[in-house]
Each structure stands twice: as structure tokens, then as C-alpha cells.
């Protein structure tokens, strides 16, 4: 079974500070990586990509992967109240389905 | 900046009776998706489209379920009998390729409810 693994939360992380959301995942051919962004009673909103080991950055997301050790990370710098949400990790293993895990509730404490 | 629109926002149902859930993907997409979220749980995948086919399908995808692209621009979901069960939020998702790299982007939901 397929699996992605994500601490629930909720993460309390104070305004202007980093906020670190870690993943795991059991499919090791896995080839996509995705980090959502879900508000209380919305869809998923896609923030980062990432396909290749390394670091990926995108304004105040950084993205990190790590296949050897099955690991994918988000980063937001200078968290913002509007920041706070549900991050869902998400995982193409191979075709065409995403598999996301339950997600971390970020909690940005003005 | 083009996205995916669903249409009901909010449907309740009687269980048994049939739904369908419309979806319209971006424009230049080719492939489709169905995804279901129950209240509190994970989103999880229901079926892949591609060229009028279905590509993949999950364990939840059973024979009450079926999809449809009826014209060029409407993905359509329809559950013929409905059960308690069903209540969930089904989004629609589309993205421009397949496989590694497939970017899904999400519509913003039909919220179903059987009662």
C-alpha cells in the first residue's frame, strides 16, 4: 500500500518566523512530489512542485527533496496569518494518480 | 489565469437516487481527474481520463460510478444510486501531461450530501 506519512499538527509557528512541514513516503519509485495548500472548506491549491533531489524555491516556499531517504519538506519564510492552512503532501507515484497524505494544520500566531 | 469550474457547489441527494457532478477543466488540459475528500479524511483519487478513456481507477470507483466527457469542454461524474457513504467533496482536477510531472489543478469542489 502506498502510503504518505505527515504529522497532523496543528503547528504553531509565530508571525516572521519559518515554518518546517516534513512528509515521508513509502513508494520509493515515486517520481512527483507536490505540496497543496487547503483553507477549511476548500479545494487543494497546488504552491510547489518538485522532481529532482535538492532545493526548489519559490518566493517564500522552499521545497526539498530527498529520495533516498523517502522525505520531502515544505519551508515558508516570514509566515503570514494567511499562511495558516492545511499543507497536504502529495505524490505521483509512477502514473497518473496523486496520492496526498492527511495534511499538517499550520496555526500562524499573530 | 485559467482554472477548473465545478458546478453544483452544494448538491443533497435522497440515497438511492442518481447524481451527476459537472465539471470543466482548463482549456488546454487532456487529462481529467476525480478526487473525493470525506469530512475530516484525506483527499483520495477516484479515476483517470485521458482521450475518452478511463486510464486508472481506485477501489472506490465501483460499478455505481461512472465518467463521461460529453462535449469538448464538460467532465462528467455520475453515481447512479447514491448511498450514505457517498457524502463527501468530490473535486475535479486536470493537468496538461501525464505521469512524472503531471501539475493536477483542482476545481473548487461540489460539496455532496445523502441523506
Known amino acids: 500500500q502506498k502510503e504518505v506519512e505527515q504529522n497532523s499538527g496543528p503547528l504553531s509557528v509565530p508571525e516572521g518566523a519559518i515554518a518546517s512541514l516534513n512528509c515521508t513516503y513509502s513508494d520509493r519509485v515515486s517520481q512527483s512530489f507536490f505540496w497543496y495548500r487547503q483553507y477549511s472548506g476548500k479545494s487543494p491549491e497546488l504552491i510547489m512542485s518538485i522532481y529532482s533531489n535538492g532545493d526548489k524555491e519559490d518566493g517564500r516556499f522552499t521545497a526539498q527533496l530527498n529520495k533516498a531517504s523517502q522525505y520531502v519538506s515544505l519551508l515558508i519564510r516570514d509566515s503570514q496569518p494567511s499562511d495558516s492552512a492545511t499543507y497536504l503532501c502529495?505524490?505521483?507515484?509512477?502514473?497518473?494518480?496523486?496520492?496526498f497524505g492527511k495534511g499538517t494544520r499550520l496555526h500562524i500566531l499573530p | 489565469e485559467p482554472e477548473v469550474t465545478q458546478t453544483p457547489s452544494h448538491q443533497v441527494t435522497q440515497m438511492g437516487q442518481e447524481v451527476i457532478l459537472r465539471c470543466v477543466p482548463i482549456s488546454n488540459h487532456l487529462y481529467f481527474y476525480w478526487y473525493r475528500q470525506i469530512l475530516g479524511q484525506k483527499v483520495e483519487f477516484l479515476v483517470s481520463f485521458y482521450n475518452n478513456e478511463i486510464s486508472e481507477k481506485s477501489e472506490i470507483f465501483d460499478d455505481q460510478f461512472s465518467v463521461e466527457r460529453p462535449d469538448g469542454s464538460n467532465f462528467t461524474l455520475k453515481i447512479r444510486s447514491t448511498k450514505l457513504e457517498d457524502s463527501a467533496m468530490y473535486f475535479c482536477?486536470?493537468?496538461?501531461?501525464?505521469?512524472?510531472?503531471?501539475?493536477?489543478?483542482f476545481g473548487p469542489g461540489t460539496r455532496l450530501t445523502v441523506l
Open positions: 482536477a486536470s493537468s496538461a501531461t501525464s505521469g512524472g510531472g503531471n501539475e493536477q489543478f
Open positions: 502529495a505524490v505521483n507515484p509512477r502514473d497518473d494518480k496523486i496520492i
